[in-house]
């Protein structure tokens, strides 16, 4: 490796690893991931845009990549894309925010 880059698109094709050393987790997971975004009380379309959202809030790139690429593949626009972006950036602005309440009691004990 030898670098210092956290995250490159390549670095992915090492998830076969984590398959290979923890195979049934991985399985498990893997089929909880078909199962999850499967067509049901929500659209496919739906849960994507919920996943690109929380993808933003927990800040994880790939997950960003993959969601998108798959709301794209079913229909997404560029404006619901961006509707889920300012949405996961009101909720997170919004528990720095309310945390405030954290601090301020924690300023009170002091």
């Known amino acids: ?17 984590i398959q290979e050393f923890a195979p049934d987790a991985f399985a498990a997971y893997a089929a909880w991931d078909r199962a999850a975004f499967q067509e049901g009380a929500l659209p496919s379309k739906v849960k994507e845009l919920i996943a690109v959202a929380v993808a933003h809030v927990t800040g994880c790139p790939y997950c960003i990549e993959a969601h998108v690429g798959r709301l794209k593949t079913l229909g997404g626009t560029r404006e619901e894309l961006m509707e889920a972006v300012q949405i996961a950036g009101l909720l997170k602005a919004g528990s720095a925010l309310a945390h405030g309440v954290n601090a301020l009691n924690a300023f009170d004990r002091a």
Do not use: I, K, T
């Open 1 to 17: 490796m030898g670098d210092d880059v956290l995250y490159r698109r390549s670095y992915g094709a090492r998830l076969a690893e």
